[in-house]
C-alpha cells in the first residue's frame, strides 16, 4: 500500500483525494493515531488554525475616501496603520482550511481569485482602528484575496509533505506490501516510525498543535528499526491509570466537541493496553498526550479543566 500512496502522490496531475484515503486505511490497520488525524483533517478540512503549509498570501485592496470625498480607489489597503498584530495577519495572510476535495474545486468555474468573506460592518470597524494610528481618512469596499497560484503551491505542499513521509516509510521497510498481513510487532514498528517522521518534520493537526513524538518528552525513541522503547506499568500505576481513563470516559460520554471521535479513538487505544497483562508504558503516555492535546483545543478547552489536569499528573507519574 505505501508503494501505492507513493505512485499516486508522484503522478502531480492526479487528485490527492485517494492517496489520502489509502492512507486512512493504512493508518487504521496499524492503529496509529496521529497519522489517522492528520489524514482525517486534510480530507475534512480544519476548524481552527491550519497548519502552516495551508496559509497563504494576500493581496489586500480598498477604497480610501478624505472629508467625504473619493481619494484613491482599488489601492493598497494601508496595513501599517494598524497597530494590533492579529489584525495584520488577518489582512496579510489567508487561512485555507477546507478539504482538499473542495480545495481542488475551487477554480472549476474558471476564476482564478479566491475572495476572504468579510462582515456588513468591516470597513467601519477597520477604519477605526486606522483612525486610531493617526490615519486621515475612511476606507470603503476593502477586499481581501488570493490568487490561483498560490492555492496551487498550497497543494502542492501537502503533496510533497504527504510523499516524504511515504518515501521515508519505503526506505525504512522496502519489503512491507500489505502491513494486514505483518506481525503485531512489526506493524507497531512500522507505526511508531510513522510518529516519528511526523514529529520530526512538524506535522500539525491544526490549532497551533504539532504532532509530538510522546507527551512532555516522556516516551523515548529508538533509532532506525528498533521499536521504540518501553517502560512498565505495575499493579498500583495500572489502578491509577484506570482511574483518570474512566474519568476521561465520563468526560467524553458527558459533552460534544469537535474532536470527540479522536479522542474516542485514544481512549480506546489505553483501553486496550490496560486490559494486557503488561501494558505498554509508551502507547499509554502517547495518547494520553493526544487527549490532553484534544481536550485543549478550541471547541473543548471551556469544559475539561478537571480532566485536562487528571491527564497532566499521571503524566508526570508516569515520567
Known sequence: MIKEIIDELTETEKSLVNPLLKAKVLANRLGNTELLNWVD???????????????????????????????????????LFLNDKE???????????????????YFVGGNDTLIKPLGVDFDSIITQHLQKNNFQGRVHN????????????CLSNVRNIFLNLMLELEKEFP??????????????EISNKITIIMAENNYSTGDGSNI???????????SGKNIRQNFVINT??????????DEIREFIESNDFEEKDEAKLELQRIENQIEKDQPKGNV????????????????????????????????????
Open 41 to 79: 483533517k486534510e480530507l475534512k478540512g480544519y476548524v481552527g488554525t491550519p497548519p502552516k503549509y495551508r496559509i497563504v498570501k494576500t493581496r489586500m485592496t480598498c477604497d480610501i475616501s478624505v472629508g467625504g470625498m473619493i481619494y484613491k480607489e482599488n489601492t493598497p489597503f494601508p496595513v
Open 284 to 319: 499509554i503516555s502517547q495518547s494520553l498526550g493526544a487527549l490532553k492535546d484534544i481536550f485543549t483545543s478550541v471547541t473543548a478547552n471551556l469544559i475539561s479543566g478537571p480532566v485536562i489536569e487528571s491527564i497532566t499528573k499521571l503524566l508526570s507519574s508516569l515520567g
Open 212 to 222: 509530538v513524538s510522546g507527551s512532555n518528552n516522556n516516551t523515548n525513541f529508538a
Open 142 to 153: 476593502i477586499q481581501i484575496s488570493s490568487y490561483k497560484t498560490e492555492v496551487i503551491q
Open 236 to 245: 498500583a500505576k495500572k489502578e491509577q491509570i484506570k482511574t483518570v481513563v
Open 175 to 188: 519489503d512491507v506490501e500489505d502491513v494486514s498481513k505483518e506481525p503485531q510487532d512489526v506493524k507497531e
Open 87 to 105: 489584525l495584520q495577519n488577518f489582512f496579510m495572510q489567508f487561512d485555507i482550511k477546507d478539504g482538499i476535495e473542495t480545495i481542488e474545486n
